[in-house]
């Protein structure tokens, strides 16, 4: 039957019910399948089923086995050889699920079900069980996925590195403790966003930050021209240690927050409104006057927010040195923070994690989900890469 005859409208009529075309579509999956084991076969052998060979090994019948897919439970026939050496790609030996499945099972557990909450899906859906041992089997697969992409080679150069982490409960010793998960997300010379890694530590320090730009640094990565990071203390200075010509920016939001943090309430709109000024100033030196006029006005009430803009300033101010298309997406760390969310989002059900390796194969599948998207380069690229050039000619093109 042709691809366009199962698509005609009189065909499909001859369904009544969903259970009738649902029943079609599994008897079609099956006998694909086991056409698609037959060709692997072919290859295997080196020689079409009914053809002549000088092969020492042939076929040797088939076996039934019971399989999982999509579309729910079937018995299949699977070839055999002689010598039983064949082992399908498509439904390997020992194993009773195709793929599709496992990617399912694999996608339900980035976004956060748990083992069990997945194995009452599966039954809904599909109509057949999945043990919650065999779907801990199918995700601790993603383990091997993961070393590779923390060791593979980065590009030479990122014109803008954010970095950021990411706080989760994780069992250690008997106890929860809050671990950090590092991030950082570089943008490419082709206007992408790549994430560059995943580690975890504990508490968010500047130590170990630089053991994440050593390892970037190891990786390959010559040079970050623009670094765009909260304010920890330390965080500028270990950034130029390893990679010592980096601009970095430091985030305007964070510094907001935290000047704004013990503000009280009846003066929140008008501390705001003040400090306002500060960062949608046209200029560095329209801002500083924005800041001498916001220290008069409340120095003498919140002494260590007018501080906290003094101490940093020369780092917060970095992105005035750059044209508007640049300064939009430096002077905030909010592109990786949009990302941590998106990954709170997928692991929000998961109160704490009993292991490191739960907590790094659960974001490393929900980083998976939420850059699913990456495909394009920012908005405005040809312009943004055109002032790099200018402002970075030679370091660009390393």
């Known amino acids: 039957m042709k691809k366009e005859d199962l698509l005609n409208d009189e065909f499909l ?28 076969l072919d290859a295997h052998l080196d020689y079409q089923k009914h ?15 019971k399989v999982k897919t999509s579309l729910g439970e079937t018995s299949i026939k ?49 109509d057949f069980d999945v043990s919650t041992s065999t779907i801990s089997r199918i995700t601790d697969k993603v383990t091997s996925d993961i070393v590779a992409w923390q060791n593979r080679p980065l590009e030479p150069v990122y014109l803008i590195t954010w970095m950021d982490g990411i706080v989760f409960k994780v069992r250690e010793n008997s106890k929860v403790i809050n671990k950090t998960m590092y991030i950082a997300v570089g943008l490419r010379r082709d206007g992408k966003k790549e994430v560059l890694g995943l580690w975890l530590g504990k508490n968010e320090s500047a130590a170990f ?32 240690n390893v990679f010592p010509k980096s601009t970095t920016q430091i985030c305007v939001v964070h510094q907001i927050r935290n000047a704004s943090r013990y503000v009280v309430w009846k003066d929140k709109k008008a501390f705001s409104k003040d400090m306002k000024e500060i960062y949608n100033a046209p200029t560095k ?22 501080k906290s803009w003094k101490d940093n300033w020369e780092e917060l101010t970095v992105f005035y040195e750059f044209p508007v298309e640049i300064r939009k997406i430096i002077y905030t760390t909010n592109l990786i923070e949009n990302l941590n969310g ?20 659960s974001t ?14 920012i908005r405005n690229w040809g312009i943004i890469l055109n002032q790099f050039l200018t402002i970075f000619e030679e370091r660009v093109q390393l």
């Open 342 to 361: 998106k990954i709170r989002k997928y692991t929000k059900n998961k109160l704490s994690f009993p292991t490191d390796e739960a907590v790094m194969k």
């Open 364 to 377: 490393f599948l929900a980083l998976r989900e939420a850059t699913k998207k990456w495909s394009m380069p």
């Open 209 to 240: 930050w630089m053991s994440v730009l050593t390892d970037i640094k190891a990786r390959g990565v010559q040079d970050l021209l623009i670094t765009a990071t909260d304010n920890l203390n330390g965080f500028t200075q270990t950034i130029k």
């Open 13 to 40: 009529k001859q369904f009544k019910t969903g259970e009738e075309l649902t029943s079609f579509l599994k008897t079609i999956q099956k006998r694909g399948i086991e056409q698609m084991l037959e060709g692997e």
């Open 285 to 306: 030196e329209a801002a500083k006057a924005a800041l001498n006029d916001f220290a008069k006005i409340w120095e003498a009430k919140y002494s260590y927010a007018v």
């Open 78 to 126: 699977v070839p055999r050889d002689r010598e039983a050496s064949f082992n399908p790609m498509l439904i390997p030996k020992r194993t009773n699920m195709v793929d599709g499945i496992e990617n399912v099972i694999i996608s339900l557990y980035a976004k956060g079900m748990s083992n069990s909450d997945i194995e009452e899906q599966i039954r809904e859906v599909y």
């Open 51 to 65: 053809q002549p060979s000088n092969n020492a090994n042939s076929r040797n019948g088939y076996s039934l086995k």
